[in-house]
């Protein structure tokens, strides 16, 4: 079973920046396109970064927001810079499986999912 565990969220200051983690269990993280999305109240889950499996291919939505990750760890993470109150939402990081170094952008090409971390921005 595979299980996505993401951590790092909390309450941040405007301007300020924070980091989160997901922690892959289950699968071959190595071989795993992952991705990060968030949602806030009201709205629909929307795109941040992702990263594909293999040649550190990346896409972005927001250059505030930068993905990495540690396969040895089999952890992903997002570095989020300047903070806004706009960015305050449930982040969660995702995962699929692709053939390719392709980025999916869409939360229905995701096959798995973490629990979600809140992060709240204050101004």
Do not use: H
Request: aromatic share 14%; glycine share 10%; with cysteine.
């Amino acid at each position: 079973q595979v299980q996505l565990v993401e951590s790092g969220g909390g309450l941040a200051q405007a301007g300020g920046s924070l980091r989160l983690s997901c922690v892959v269990s289950g699968r071959t993280f190595s071989r795993l396109t992952m991705g990060w999305f968030r949602q806030a109240p009201g709205k629909e889950r929307e795109f941040i970064t992702a990263i594909s499996w293999i040649g550190g291919k990346t896409a972005y939505a927001d250059s505030r927001f930068i993905i990495s990750r540690d396969n040895a760890k089999n952890t992903v993470y997002l570095q989020m810079n300047s903070l806004k109150p706009e960015d305050t939402a449930v982040y969660y990081c995702a995962a699929t499986v692709r053939t390719d170094y392709s980025t999916p952008y869409y939360p229905r090409e995701y096959t798995y999912w973490g629990q979600g971390t809140q992060v709240t921005v204050s101004s």
